[in-house]
């Protein structure tokens, strides 16, 4: 099975940077993926890791250490629209499903 | 990019009645849909996996008599909950794969359908 914990919340002001670590352990894995998903709406796919380092796209930056079964997702120049909540998800290697964290709520404050 | 619709996207009924969620992939066939839920402030959990043509497959501790899966076709894949009650008042989101990719993250998830059971 896996194990997927992420922080509850976290707040921010405009502008400012934002890490969200997730740390994970799991029987048998297929990558790490990081979901965003606004209030009432589906996740809207973010990033995903599958070898150690740093995956750069835009504002958004995803780190992965398989080893330490650690991944954080960083949120550069925060705006008001990503206050949100953030998933960070475990693919399996068996099949294709996903395993999601508890998500953590960002509020960003002007 | 790939769509996937659901319908309703919220539905009340009254406990004891079922309710019928529909979920279309309808730019691409999926050969495979994920069927999740999710209560408030809490994460999403799988509830089970619907293959075309064949049986679903449900995670541990979900009911397949109340939770009914078909998927009758290559686009659609429906979830029927029977005999409903209040604490089945969840918010439902299903996936999509993209057949042919080697990537779990090529799915596609549909907007949602919030059902409340009075």
């Known amino acids: 099975g896996q194990n997927i914990d992420q922080p509850t919340e976290m707040t921010a002001t405009e502008g400012a940077i934002v890490q969200i670590n997730c740390t994970y352990q799991t029987s048998g894995f297929n990558g790490l993926f990081w979901y965003q998903q606004h209030a009432g709406e589906a996740p809207t796919f973010l990033s995903y890791n599958v070898l150690d380092g740093l995956e750069e796209k835009g504002r958004f930056s995803s780190f992965l250490s398989r080893s330490k079964g650690y991944s954080y997702l960083l949120l550069k120049e925060l705006q008001m629209k990503d206050s949100a909540s953030y998933l960070c998800?475990?693919?399996?290697?068996?099949?294709?499903?996903?395993?999601f964290g508890a998500g953590t709520t960002v509020t960003v404050r002007a | 990019g790939a769509v996937v619709s659901q319908h309703p996207s919220w539905v009340i009924c009254k406990s004891g009645t079922s309710v019928k969620i529909e979920c279309r992939s309808l730019?691409?066939?999926?050969?495979?849909m994920f069927w999740y839920r999710q209560f408030p402030k809490q994460s999403l959990m799988l509830m089970a996996t619907?293959?075309?043509?064949?049986?679903?497959?449900?995670e541990q501790g979900v009911e397949k008599d109340k939770f009914l899966i078909n998927h009758a076709s290559l686009t659609l894949s429906t979830l029927t909950v029977t005999s409903a009650h209040p604490e089945d008042s969840s918010f439902y989101i299903c996936?999509?794969?993209?057949?042919?990719?080697?990537?779990?993250?090529?799915?596609?998830f549909g907007p949602g359908t919030r059902l409340t059971v009075t």
């Open positions: 998800a475990v693919g399996s290697s068996n099949d294709y499903k996903l395993s």
């Open positions: 996936s999509a794969r993209v057949p042919g990719t080697g990537y779990t993250y090529e799915q596609y």
């Open positions: 619907s293959n075309e043509g064949s049986k679903a497959t449900y």
């Open positions: 730019d691409f066939q999926a050969t495979t």
